[in-house]
């Protein structure tokens, strides 16, 4: 998900900017040529640090610029598929919830919640197990394991992130605390699924 590496890249120094100190243009090039941008290997950078120029600059021939390379370290973002990932619940629509982690929200579809069948309590906007009675709402920490992605390239904001939640381990914090109290014999067990009425 997230990781330090280490880079080496060109940024372009305009004419205007080559009077100014070298390192300050470099460290402010570098963060507007690279922060928020997706590299070859999708990794969104969020942060560029230890930023130095590398050697002389280059001019090319009708280009008043000099292309100076630089080297740097990088903090990255990259999903990863079948990563456990923890976020915050940011929005309850009727066909699931969007989960925010890092930069990206990831779409959890309702049947992708809960081995219950849920309703839909629109005029509180959360989801609710039928038999369970947990319910999901905005605001929630939850647990969940990516299952599908597709990156956006040209805007991060709108890659298309799957999650699912119904497996060991994964569900909202408070389940998991709660399922954990019935095995260890500190709490009640809760309905699982749908029983005999």
């Given at each position: 998900?997230?990781?330090?590496?280490?880079?080496?890249?060109?940024?372009?120094?305009?004419?205007?900017?080559?009077?100014?100190?070298?390192?300050?243009?470099?460290?402010?090039?570098?963060?507007?040529?690279f922060e928020g941008k997706i590299d070859k290997e999708?990794?969104?950078?969020?942060?560029?640090i230890n930023i130095e120029p590398e050697g002389s600059?280059?001019?090319?021939?009708?280009?008043?610029?000099?292309?100076?390379?630089?080297?740097?370290?990088?903090?990255?973002?990259?999903?990863?598929?079948?990563?456990?990932?923890?976020?915050?619940?940011?929005?309850?629509?009727?066909?699931?919830?969007?989960?925010?982690?890092?930069?990206?929200?990831?779409?959890?579809?309702?049947?992708?919640?809960?081995?219950?069948?849920?309703?839909?309590?629109?005029?509180?906007?959360?989801?609710?197990?039928?038999?369970?009675?947990?319910?999901?709402?905005?605001?929630?920490?939850?647990?969940?394991?990516?299952?599908?992605?597709?990156?956006?390239?040209?805007?991060?904001?709108?890659?298309?992130?799957?999650?699912?939640?119904?497996?060991?381990?994964?569900?909202?914090?408070?389940?998991?605390?709660?399922?954990?109290?019935?095995?260890?014999?500190?709490?009640?067990?809760?309905?699982?699924?749908?029983?005999?009425?």
């Open positions: 998900m997230y990781k330090m590496v280490e880079r080496v890249d060109t940024v372009r120094i305009p004419p205007k900017l080559l009077g100014a100190p070298l390192k300050d243009v470099v460290e402010e090039l570098t963060h507007e040529s999708n990794n969104l950078t969020i942060l560029a600059g280059r001019i090319v021939h009708g280009d008043g610029a000099v292309y100076q390379q630089v080297k740097f370290s990088a903090l990255v973002f990259k999903p990863e598929l079948h990563e456990v990932v923890q976020g915050k619940v940011c929005e309850v629509l009727r066909f699931g919830a969007f989960v925010r982690f890092g930069p990206l929200d990831g779409l959890l579809h309702i049947s992708q919640i809960m081995d219950d069948r849920i309703d839909i309590d629109e005029a509180n906007n959360r989801l609710v197990g039928k038999d369970t009675k947990r319910d999901l709402r905005t605001g929630d920490i939850v647990r969940a394991r990516i299952v599908a992605i597709s990156i956006n390239e040209v805007n991060y904001r709108e890659s298309k992130i799957g999650l699912t939640m119904r497996q060991p381990g994964l569900g909202k914090l408070e389940w998991l605390e709660e399922d954990r109290k019935v095995e260890t014999g500190g709490g009640k067990p809760k309905k699982k699924g749908r029983g005999k009425k």
